[in-house]
């Protein structure tokens, strides 16, 4: 890694207004590499040629049948072609622990999957700053003036078995590169009103606006103003608006490169198990849960969902089964995606109480409220597939995120980063900090943090269909109501304990209706009972941690228990819901005991 930067800054005594101007402009060059190599893994191309050994009639010596032939699968690291070497499996070193007999055959047969990430970044940019006055009753109004233009460059190259996935195990990585500009131009100001007056200890106004073109993403212009109040010494109000514009980075445009292979079960074209009558085995329109239009979509594309993926339907009893192809899937790029913007408001005030030096005590709340446009992530290959075929005629935008052969057969899905809809967030934080002091000199710091959830939605495809994650829990996740964090510190000379608590109001989740392994699915009635619901996914959660330290003059010793009452998360049945709950905060590991010793030479 090497990162290289050079500046030159100064003053400019020659503009005619104002005082205090000077100026700075940089160049910048960051520069890293990085290699990952892992193995051995069989080459299966390898493994097929040495397993193809035959005896010499006169010598019985082993032979290749087949030469592996003047491609790069013979061919070593240095480009010199490779002889292909016998192999035989049936020795004890390869039963117990998958190694042969020899070196050479070792050597010839598994192989290292290297990926070499190259990055390159290139900055030039510069600003001007100084002052163009002064507010009577104030100070001085500061203003900037600012140009960058950046340049990020992205390559990742994998060994060849690795890209044609030819070593067992291991998915294929066809690699990624890619590379984009961004210009921006920017202004700040801030104004001191007020300094120093009655009832206006301080009032500052503040302001930035930024003009952003992205290489592939367009043009925006975002801005935000501040307003910091200071009433009296001890009492600020503030209050803020601001919009945002994130241009998506190179590997949410051109893709990780990274190929999975699942079997074609998950196209919604193939007939499943549940539509097919075990006594006749044959497809049963009666059992078929598709709607309309999927069938046909289906049908329009050439494929006919009451017989794909099966073979012997109407054939004697038995004779039925099931087929499958490989999918690839993975995150292969979309260049066509946009930026996320948003905006966002906030208010609040800040009180450190004056009344006392028996302890310190301040207070801050701040309410919060921001809108997020076309935000950038990623939707699941069943949820693309699904979609997709939902929309009559095959009309939906994530249509075009599978790939289908001539015959209709499905190939590969792109779980690319596309723009998602809106999301809003709003609630309030209040944070309560105190200090104070015991008797035989025992410092106490208590810091309590209480975040409440107003509103906290999202509209994941842009179909004007909000889910409300406020209090409920979701496979794409869920935000408690009410959370706090409450952190007490007691110093006692070298000694030191922490105590921390954490609240996670309960969460409730919703009813899958549909999958098999709802808590409501009658198994003896092979359906779901219409009286049942889903029963409260978690509750009240609180967890205690405690955590003790000890400091020598060149040495520290640590001792903590999390979760020391090993209170888990309560949850049902729903095995398609499991977990989820770790993302709002839950422990589920239960009481957990850490030594740490830190020695000084």
């Not at 004779?319 to 609040?348: C, H, K, M, R, Y």
């Not at 069943?382 to 790939?403: A, H, K, M, N, Y």
């Amino acid at each position: 890694q090497m990162c290289i930067r050079d500046s030159v800054r100064g003053d400019l005594p020659g503009i005619g207004f104002g005082e205090n101007w000077g100026y700075e402009v940089f160049v910048q060059a960051h520069r890293s590499t990085g290699f990952q190599n892992r193995g051995p893994f069989l080459h299966e191309e390898r493994l097929v040629q040495g397993l193809s050994a035959t005896p010499d009639p006169l010598t019985g010596d082993l032979s290749c049948a087949l030469d592996v032939g003047d491609t790069f699968f013979g061919f070593d690291q240095n480009g010199s072609p490779l002889n292909c070497v016998p192999l035989n499996p049936f020795v004890p070193s390869f039963l117990q622990r998958g190694e042969f007999a020899t070196d050479a055959e070792n050597e010839y047969v598994y192989g290292y999957a290297g990926v070499q990430t190259r990055v390159e970044q290139n900055i030039a940019g510069g600003y001007i700053t100084g002052e163009v006055g002064s507010f009577p009753k104030g100070g001085p109004i500061q203003i900037l003036f600012g140009l960058e233009h950046r340049e990020d460059k992205v390559r990742t190259t994998p060994s060849d078995n690795l890209r044609l996935g030819l070593l067992s195990g291991l998915d294929a990585d066809v690699g990624a590169t890619g590379g984009r500009w961004i210009k921006e131009a920017f202004m700040e100001f801030s104004l001191p009103i007020l300094e120093g007056q009655r009832f206006a200890e301080r009032l500052t106004f503040e302001g930035a606006a930024r003009y952003t073109e992205e290489e592939f993403s367009g043009s925006d212009t975002t801005y935000q103003v501040k307003l910091d109040w200071g009433v009296l010494d001890y009492l600020t109000l503030r209050s803020g608006f601001g919009t945002s514009f994130r241009a998506p980075d190179t590997g949410e445009q051109f893709g990780t490169g990274t190929v999975f292979v699942q079997n074609s079960r998950i196209d919604p074209c193939i007939v499943g198990s549940l539509q097919i009558n075990p006594l006749t085995e044959e497809y049963d329109p009666t059992l078929e849960t598709l709607s309309d239009v999927v069938m046909q979509n289906c049908r329009d594309i050439g494929l006919d969902p009451t017989t794909l993926g099966t073979v012997g339907q109407g054939a004697p009893v038995g004779d039925l089964a099931f087929t499958t192809l490989p999918v690839a899937f993975g995150n292969f790029g979309f260049q066509e995606i946009q930026p996320e913007t948003s905006e966002a408001w906030f208010a609040g005030f800040t009180l450190d109480q004056p009344w006392t030096e028996a302890f310190d005590l301040s207070l801050a709340v701040t309410w919060f409220d921001y809108v997020i446009e076309g935000s950038i992530g990623q939707l699941t290959r069943t949820q693309i597939l699904r979609d997709c075929f939902d929309s009559p005629g095959l009309t939906d935008p994530l249509c075009e995120f599978q790939t289908r052969g001539t015959n209709g057969i499905l190939t590969a899905v792109n779980e690319a980063s596309i723009n998602l809809g809106k999301t809003t967030s709003s609630g309030y934080d209040v944070n309560i900090r105190t200090g104070f002091e015991l008797p035989r000199n025992i410092d106490v710091q208590w810091d309590v943090l209480y975040t409440h959830s107003k509103e906290n939605s999202e509209d994941v495809l842009g179909n004007n269909e909000e889910t409300n994650l406020r209090g409920n829990l979701y496979v794409n996740g869920g935000f408690p109501e009410d959370q706090i964090v409450s952190t007490m510190n007691a110093t006692y000379g070298d000694f030191g304990l922490i105590w921390r608590m954490r609240f996670v109001s309960r969460l409730f989740g919703t009813p899958d209706r549909g999958n098999t392994f709802d808590p409501c699915f009658d198994f003896d009635a092979g359906a779901l009972a219409d009286d049942c619901t889903e029963a409260e996914f978690t509750t009240d959660y609180f967890q205690n941690d405690l955590f003790g330290v000890y400091r020598g003059d060149s040495w520290v010793v640590r001792l903590g228990i999390t979760n020391m009452f090993d209170e888990v998360q309560k949850v049902d049945e729903d095995l398609a819901q499991a977990g989820i709950a770790i993302q709002s905060g839950h422990d589920i590991f239960g009481r957990r005991y850490t030594l740490g010793f830190e020695k000084q030479f």
